[in-house]
């Protein structure tokens, strides 16, 4: 799971840690209220921040460029209700699969795009029959061939776009089209009388910074000098994908005993005035088309907290919790750096203490150490800003998944008892 495309990170500085830590703590009663009423372990979504972090992702493009496009990557959060406030939002979704196809459409989304590769004949199926809400990128010449022999059969047509790839060598080549072969797939899609095109998209991940996707955008502007003027008649969109790291960078384990690392990262407004200027520079006769963002992790990262209780104390260091990290799908605490606060015995001062989940299983890690004054049977712990590539990946191992959450704009928490039914909740008033 593991992606690290930074070679120097830095010292994390404990004041950071301290302030971050610090918003959590000042209100550590709603996140209890929510483990009291609903049980543990919990997701616990504060839909505030889900739509505070839509908001400003949105106005930091929309006042720098004339017109623009937003829609939320459905596989950095795939619980349902997480797409459903980001409609409310006015994002259009971004779905790599038939299964979040069928969710997005179930969730009554209108502007769908369909990324990723090895789409298979029954997805360009479902994504054809609802032609006026689908736009299908193309990753390939085989996948195009077939989506048009489908559309010719049911005599239709469809808008379609072209993802390009980034990456020539390595595993990133898995996805799109060189940029060179551009042209060839252009025209197959231009002469085709069932395929409409609408526009391009690329994408690359983990971006602290945006020179990655810069560098992209210099490197098509050149391709796109030489084709022909139809294509810039009927190029309707370029699509930038998304990747953005949220702004409090990336913090790592350093293997050091009392040292943590980080990754820095921009801010979105840094993103979005150098992305803003290169689409200016680099492609000037597509400035007034529309160009449209896919963040997915940006968004939802902070917007989801794990809550846990301790069940075993064994040791003054080392304790047992009642969820494991089977909610998260991989072994990230063994190599990214979250605090782990004591709501219960609260405090600012860090004290080293294995914190392992209940699974059977050594690598079921939550911490190294926790925030508080000390940690008892009991305690309920929390791992903030949890919402992006966790609950996606989560696996039914050993232990039942675990209760979602919503903390409503209300005060009201909101208990889901059905993830496929966005509607299908409790209402707790506390």
């Known amino acids: 799971m593991k992606i690290n495309l930074v070679d120097a990170p830095i010292p994390l500085p404990a004041d950071l840690i301290e302030k971050f830590s ?7 009663q ?5 483990v009291n009423a609903c049980g543990s372990p919990l997701y616990l979504i504060e839909k505030a921040v889900l739509k505070k972090r839509a908001v400003q992702f949105r106005r930091a493009f929309e006042t720098r460029l004339p017109r623009t496009g937003f829609y939320y990557a459905m596989k950095s959060n795939n619980l349902p209700y997480v797409s459903h406030v980001l409609l409310s ?3 259009g979704l971004d779905v790599s699969s038939g299964l979040e196809l069928q969710v997005a459409l179930t969730l009554g989304a209108t502007d769908i795009i369909f990324s990723g590769p090895g789409k298979t004949d029954a997805e360009l199926e479902l994504a054809a029959a609802h032609r006026d809400r689908v736009t299908v990128l193309l990753d390939s010449f085989g996948e195009c061939l077939r989506l048009a022999t489908i559309l010719a059969n049911k005599k239709i047509s469809m808008g379609v776009g072209i993802r390009l790839n980034i990456e020539s060598t390595g595993l990133w080549r898995k ?6 072969t551009l ?4 025209e197959k899609i231009r002469q085709d009388p069932h395929l409409m095109f609408k526009g391009l998209q690329f994408h690359c991940s983990w971006n602290l910074t945006p020179d990655r996707q810069i560098e992209f955008l210099n490197r098509l502007g050149r391709r796109l000098v030489s084709i022909p003027d139809h294509f810039w008649e009927a190029c309707r969109f370029i699509d930038i994908g998304g990747g953005y790291w949220p702004p409090q960078g990336e913090w790592l384990l350093s293997g050091e005993s009392g040292r943590y690392l980080l990754n820095p990262a921009n ?10 200027d290169a689409i200016r520079k680099e492609l000037p006769r597509l400035s007034d088309c529309r160009i449209c963002f896919e963040p997915g992790r940006w968004i ?5 907290h794990l809550l846990l209780r301790v069940v075993d104390r064994k040791a003054t260091d080392l304790v047992i919790t009642d969820g494991g990290t089977n909610a998260v799908g991989w072994e990230r605490f063994e ?12 405090g600012l001062m860090e004290r080293p203490c294995h914190i392992f989940g209940s699974l059977c299983t050594p690598h079921d890690v939550w911490g190294f150490s926790y925030l508080g004054t000390d940690i008892c049977e009991g305690d309920i712990l929390m791992v903030p800003t949890q919402g992006a590539y966790t609950y996606s990946l989560r696996q039914r191992f050993i232990k039942a998944l675990w209760r979602v959450a919503v903390l409503d704009d209300d005060g009201c928490i909101l208990l889901l008892t059905d993830e496929a039914d966005i509607q299908g909740h409790e209402r707790k008033i506390l």
């Open 22 to 28: 610090a918003d959590f703590i000042d209100n550590r």
């Open 30 to 34: 709603r996140f209890t209220d929510a």
């Open 89 to 91: 939002q006015e994002y």
């Open 175 to 180: 996805f799109g089209i060189p940029l060179e």
């Open 183 to 186: 042209p060839d797939l252009y």
């Open 267 to 276: 801010s979105i407004d840094i993103f979005s005035d150098r992305i803003a």
């Open 300 to 304: 939802c990262n902070d917007a989801m």
């Open 335 to 346: 190599s990214d750096y979250f605090p782990v606060l004591n709501l219960t015995r609260s």
